[in-house]
DNA sequence: GCCAACGTTGGC
DNA sequence: GCCAACGTTGGC
């Protein structure tokens, strides 16, 4: 079981439309070292949900993985912004994950309380112009986290 | 809204 | 395969 961190503007999709869901697909995302983590993780794998582009930014809930190698059908409809007219149905570039809601924290663990606790080695979403979407955390920083919030 | 960081594109 | 131009991300 491996740990993961998730970037997501609220203002398109945030913990709470997760938690209305319940499940969601992953989808949009168009980086390819993004997409390889998302390639490379496991039902029942565990991610932290974090809200970027507000204020303050940071981690605000979990999800877990309960489906691998998902095709993006974004990229196959020309009406989506996410649309790649490169990708073929018989070789899809984009494969996502589908995620289910976990927990919501009663506190936001924003990004500057992360960067007090954390160095850009053992974080990587602390490091500075950091634009990756989808990345792993280590298993001792992912328990270091979980222990100081509480759910709703 | 600004802009630094940085990934992608495309001409050569 | 280099790299300038361009577009996007995301903190502030």
Redesign the pocket.
């Known amino acids: 079981m491996n740990y993961w961190l998730m ?3 609220p203002s398109v999709y945030g913990i709470a439309d997760l938690k209305r869901d319940r499940q969601t697909i992953w989808d ?1 995302v ?4 993004a997409r390889n983590f998302m390639r490379s993780m496991q039902v029942g794998d565990r991610a932290f949900f ?8 940071g981690i605000v809930g979990m999800m877990q993985v309960v489906e691998t190698n998902v095709i993006d059908p974004t990229q196959f409809d020309p009406q989506s912004e996410y649309y790649d007219a ?1 990708s073929k149905p018989d070789s899809p570039r984009w494969q996502t994950v589908r995620l289910e809601f976990e927990k919501e924290f009663a506190e936001i663990f924003t ?2 309380l992360l ?1 007090q606790q954390f160095t850009p080695d053992e974080l990587w ?1 602390v ?7 989808v990345m792993p955390v280590e298993e001792a920083i992912a328990l270091r986290i979980l222990s100081q919030v509480q759910a709703i």
Do not use: F, I, M
Not at 50 to 57: A, D, G, I, Q, W
């Open positions: 970037k997501s503007e949009g168009r980086n390819y070292q974090y809200h970027s582009n507000t204020t303050p930014p490169k990004l500057d960067r979403v490091r500075q112009g950091n634009r990756l979407s």
